[in-house]
């Protein structure tokens, strides 16, 4: 069973240009949620979806950033015009959702550096 | 909004050594779990508890869901140096459109061999 995976491993953009991360859950898996970690912190949480539905979005910023979960592809967590606040490492996580388990399963994440 | 407060911070022990760490949260959750994290990685999931009072082992590691949901411990006994990592509690309410796991700042632990 393949993981969670996520690309690119790590991101270069300079201000004002746009990041787009990906996502792909777990096989089986239909529930993404897309985490920011900044260095030395803990794990914020951004957004949860499922195929073509924004479930919970409370902890998006409300400007330049925006995710979505196509019927097919993976999840995609886009941010535009970044700044250097931006800079940080965003991690995706998948779950079943199914029967009592309702663990997170989180990829290696996308290391986002602006410039 | 939701805290959680873990400790301690970083520790330094020697190898075979146990390990203690702690959550605790201004207010109650329905799941705990427990994660380990490497430089450049992704937290990797060690434990889940989803009843209070529950004690749940994996190998070497245990962990409880406090009695009044706004707590839980993590032990791992006989410590060895690949235990390193930073170790974070996170906690989940469950229910509803409200599945999102709210973190701890993390315990870094550094294994002495």
């Known amino acids: 069973n393949a993981g969670v995976m996520q690309n690119p491993r790590h991101l270069v953009r300079r201000r004002g240009q746009e990041a787009r991360l990906r996502c792909s859950p777990m096989k089986g898996h239909s529930h993404v949620y897309w985490y920011r970690q900044l260095p030395e912190e803990g794990l914020k949480f951004m957004v949860y979806?499922?195929?073509?539905?924004?479930?919970?979005e409370s902890g998006m910023p409300k400007e330049r950033f925006s995710a979505e979960f196509p019927k097919e592809g993976p999840s995609i967590l886009r941010i535009q015009q970044v700044v250097r606040g931006d800079s940080a490492a965003y991690f995706c996580?998948?779950?079943?959702?199914?029967?009592?388990?309702?663990?997170?399963?989180f990829g290696p994440g996308t290391r986002l550096t602006v410039t | 909004g939701q805290q959680l407060n873990q400790s301690p911070q970083s520790m330094f022990i020697q190898e075979g050594e146990d390990v203690s760490m702690n959550c605790t949260s201004s207010?109650?959750?329905?799941?705990w779990l427990w994660y380990k994290q490497d430089p450049g990685e992704g937290p990797v999931l060690l434990i889940a508890l989803y009843k209070a009072g529950e004690l749940t082992s994996n190998g070497r590691l245990t962990a409880q869901f406090g009695i009044t949901r706004k707590d839980s411990f993590l032990n791992i006994s006989a410590s060895i140096p690949s235990d390193v990592g930073i170790y974070f509690c996170?906690?989940?309410?469950?229910?509803?459109?409200?599945?999102?796991?709210?973190f701890g700042k993390g315990t870094l632990l550094t294994v002495n061999p």
């Open positions: 996170a906690g989940q309410l469950r229910g509803g459109s409200n599945y999102k796991l709210t």
């Open positions: 996580a998948s779950s079943p959702i199914t029967g009592p388990s309702y663990e997170q399963y």
């Open positions: 979806l499922q195929k073509e539905n924004i479930i919970d």
């Open positions: 207010s109650i959750f329905n799941t």
